[in-house]
């Protein structure tokens, strides 16, 4: 019986190629989309804490209530202490000072004098400290556009957009003015040693990158930093573990009144990721509720369709003392094996376009530019191993739902009209 | 000769608004292997309620219809279905194939339903397009027969089960005059070399012609029951 229904969906093209088509199509937007979604949303949260938040980021409790002003004079002191302490009492998480910071940068000419000057968005982070993941985390040996990283101190690195709109090259000197730790005016000269583009508008505006060190000898900062970061050591953000150790770590510091009493955010907790990570958990479930709704709306009228068609292979069916029950399951049956033609269509087609924009994206610079949260201009798609069957159960199940419901009429023919039916 | 259907006091009302419509009335019909036997009569008189009625396909208002043992009213979905399955052949006045099965698979689909092996499935569908004469076009689509092809080839789907009682309705409505006497010939030749049953509901003089018992039937009563004798059947 299995073939001699395998022959129809084959011969049948009304039967199969129509279904086949929606189920391919609906099962390679699923993938693409889910793909598409799960790309977005992750570069985002990795961008946001690999350049801003970390998975953890540890602050003065002033310092975090005016984070977005980059306030280093309510920075940390003892920071080397302080994250000593945290690698001990935190061993699975790795802990950075990063010193984030804002100022005009001052291209000279060739008598000393400006040239140019720009905002620039600083961070000072460690490039030289031996096992430094620092340059790696943030991509910056992959962005480098000309020249190279820093090799020793005085060294900084620019955006590629800024170095090009003022004529910058490697070798030229820069001078960072700023403003110190104690509310003075700070100011220090820096050789560029490379120029990066991150593909993030908001980083390739204008940014300098300089040694953590450089930054706490041009802003005065000696032994302090304005946030200390740490990152889970296999480089996943695990929410829940994150929670524990904020917990953990706030509850030490309670019961001190100290406007400087160190405090930890969370990644959720920064930049407004909250809403972005649990949109990010629950994308996955909101794109198979809808892929199933509407493709088994589709595929409902679709075998109501194909049921009128075929009406009277069904009655004479019926006839021959073939049972109701029998008929419908076969019907099923069809569905199923239809389903899992089209899931496994659609599927392929899916993961082939999400390796494509995997590996190559599509930019879209223009627009997503401004907005509190990093977001690269290059969007990818990430192929997870959820992306092989997350198309194929609603592909398969929508198509069997769509079917059920329309085989429920086999039930309603009334044997008694049949003769009538089949001689018309 | 083996009586393999009975009918009793059969009466068959169908709901017709808030009244009662009477199809058919205080029947009383026997049936025996290898009859040759035609309902006859004018539109309405009940021709197709007592085929669908034998067939187990609508069951009785009252009296009682015995088929091959079987009461027809008290049959559960599940066993009529077996009974057509094993013992009831239908031919229909449009032929009823399966458009995009061949016609081999058309005729073998029957045969699926009682789940036998692919050899003697295949030896009953080629023995069934043999009776009918159409073994040269067993791989040919439903499209590429004429209507008489067609309908031999729903005769073969419903003999190839060898069931004990066929049903006709109205089957040579469709054909031609020469198609007509072609068909019943085969039928003929089926009843007299498998001592099939067969029950036609008819008004075609052509069918008459062949037929070895006439039934008349008006307003739901037999109001003739006639053997034909042997010097009667014209056979065309």
């Known amino acids: 019986m299995i073939r001699f229904l395998i022959k129809g969906i084959m011969r049948d093209k009304n039967r199969s190629l129509l279904p086949i088509l929606v189920i391919s199509i609906g099962v390679f937007l699923t993938v693409l989309g889910s ?19 970390g998975h953890v ?72 400290s031996p096992g430094s993941n620092e340059p790696e985390r943030m991509n910056i040996p992959g962005s480098i556009v000309q020249g190279a990283l820093p090799s020793q101190p005085g060294e900084a690195l620019i955006s590629d957009d800024f170095a090009r709109r003022f004529g910058i090259s490697p070798g030229s000197p820069v001078t960072l003015f700023g403003s110190t730790m104690y509310g003075g005016m700070a100011f220090a000269n820096f050789t560029v040693a490379g120029t990066v583009r991150f593909g993030m508008r ?19 900062m ?28 706030n509850a030490r510091y309670e019961g001190d009144p100290d406007e400087f009493a160190p405090t930890m955010l969370r990644l959720n907790d920064q930049n407004g990721l909250e809403d972005y990570l649990a949109l990010s958990e629950s994308i996955s479930g909101i794109m198979i509720f809808v892929f199933v709704l509407a493709m088994s709306i589709v595929l409902w009228n679709t075998g109501l369709l194909g049921g009128l068609r075929r009406y009277n292979e069904f009655g004479i069916r019926l006839a021959m003392g073939e049972e109701k029950g029998h008929i419908y399951r076969s019907l099923i049956t069809e569905s199923v094996l239809i389903g899992t033609i089209g899931s496994v269509a659609g599927t392929a087609l899916g993961l082939a376009a999400a390796f494509y924009l995997q590996e190559y994206g599509l930019d879209f610079g223009d627009a997503v530019q401004g907005g509190g949260i990093m977001m690269p201009e290059v969007f990818r798609t990430r192929v997870g191993p959820e992306a092989f069957y997350i198309g194929f159960i609603p592909g398969l199940f929508s198509m069997v739902l769509g079917n059920a419901l329309s085989g429920i009429g086999i039930y309603k023919r009334r044997t008694s009209v049949l003769i009538k039916e089949l001689s018309v | 000769m083996e009586s393999i259907i009975q009918i009793t006091n059969l009466t068959k009302q169908f709901p017709v608004g808030t009244g009662k419509f009477t199809a058919l009335r205080e029947i009383n019909l026997e049936f025996h292997r290898g009859e040759f036997t035609g309902f006859v009569g004018p539109s309405g008189s009940g021709k197709t309620t007592l085929l669908n009625i034998i067939g187990s396909l609508d069951t009785p208002t009252e009296g009682e219809v015995l088929v091959l043992g079987n009461s027809v009213a008290h049959l559960t979905h599940k066993q009529s279905a077996q009974l057509r399955n094993k013992h009831l052949g239908f031919i229909f006045q449009t032929y009823n194939l399966f458009p995009v099965y061949t016609v081999y698979e058309n005729v073998e689909f029957a045969l699926l339903l009682q789940h036998l092996p692919a050899a003697e499935r295949r030896k009953a569908v080629m023995d069934a397009l043999e009776w009918v004469g159409l073994t040269d076009k067993a791989q040919s689509k439903p499209a590429q027969l004429s209507g008489g092809e067609g309908q031999r080839v729903a005769i073969a789907r419903a003999m190839v089960k060898r069931p004990a009682i066929m049903l006709a ?11 007509s006497h072609h068909i019943l010939q085969t039928m003929k030749q089926l009843n007299e070399e498998l001592e099939t049953t067969f029950l036609f509901a008819t008004h075609d003089e052509k069918v008459m012609g062949y037929l070895r018992r006439i039934i008349s039937l008006e307003d739901g009563r037999v109001v003739k029951d006639e053997e034909i004798m042997m010097d009667k059947i014209t056979e065309g």
């Open chain 1, 35 to 53: 793909c598409w979604f799960k790309g977005i949303f992750t570069d985002m949260i990795d961008v946001n804490a690999n350049f801003s938040t």
């Open chain 1, 57 to 128: 980021k540890v602050m003065t409790r002033a310092y975090a209530e005016n984070v977005d002003q980059m306030p280093n004079d309510l920075a940390l002191l003892g920071a080397s202490e302080f994250v000593r302490e945290l690698n001990t009492t935190y061993p699975n998480l790795e802990w950075v000072e990063r010193i984030h910071f804002g100022g005009l940068l001052d291209v000279p000419d060739a008598n000393g004098e400006t040239r140019g000057q720009g905002m620039a968005t600083g961070w000072g982070i460690d490039f030289f």
């Open chain 2, 169 to 179: 309705d109205e089957p040579t409505a469709n054909l031609d005059s020469k198609n």
């Open chain 1, 202 to 220: 908001a980083l390739d505006r204008g940014a300098i990158i300089i040694d953590i060190t450089d930054a706490q000898a041009a802003l005065d």
């Open chain 1, 222 to 249: 000696a032994d302090a930093t304005g946030e200390i970061l740490g990152f889970f050591r296999d480089g996943q953000y695990d929410g829940e573990k994150a929670a524990a150790i904020k917990e953990a770590f």
